[in-house]
């Protein structure tokens, strides 16, 4: 676990191979309908539209999207003037997609987990480098605007 690297993708990944691992070894009250699967499919797009809006502010306010390093610009607008984490939500809704996609209360549990991962592994971390980045600024910001949605 030393060498692990510690990046979301490879968290959201994760969780949703163990979706797919627990939805097929262990389905825990099917729910299979085509209407899920669209809507499965729906969501997946909608993260990764979220994911490259984000991308683009990031870009566009030319600081780090790397998480565990220090931001030289706090991002307020586009995604972010939602939610303060726009792209973690968006791995939450990706999850979330593969398990609808997949039918079974087993498929959506690791999205549970994923979301408590990225809050505490990376969101938690983060807000607290914002502030001593940015001190009162961010302050205001983290009042006006909800951590997730």
Do not use: C
């Not at 502010?57 to 939610?83: C, D, M, N, Y």
């Amino acid at each position: 676990m030393k060498h692990f690297p510690d990046l979301p993708p490879i968290w959201m990944l994760g969780a949703m191979l163990l979706s797919w691992i627990l939805a097929t070894m262990v389905p825990i009250l099917s729910l299979f309908s085509l209407g899920l699967r669209w809507l499965g499919l729906f969501w997946l797009l909608l993260a990764a539209l979220l994911v490259l809006w984000s991308a683009f502010w990031f870009w566009r306010k030319k600081t780090t999207i790397e998480p565990h390093k220090t931001a030289q610009t706090l991002i307020v607008s586009g995604p972010f003037w939602l939610t303060r984490n726009p792209i973690y939500l968006a791995m939450v809704v990706a999850a979330a997609g593969v398990g609808l996609y997949l039918g079974t209360l087993s498929g959506i549990i690791p999205v549970i987990a994923l979301a408590i991962v990225l809050h505490r592994r990376f969101v938690l971390p983060e807000e607290a480098g914002l502030k001593a980045a940015f001190g009162a600024e961010a302050d205001a910001y983290f009042e006006k605007t909800r951590r997730w949605i």
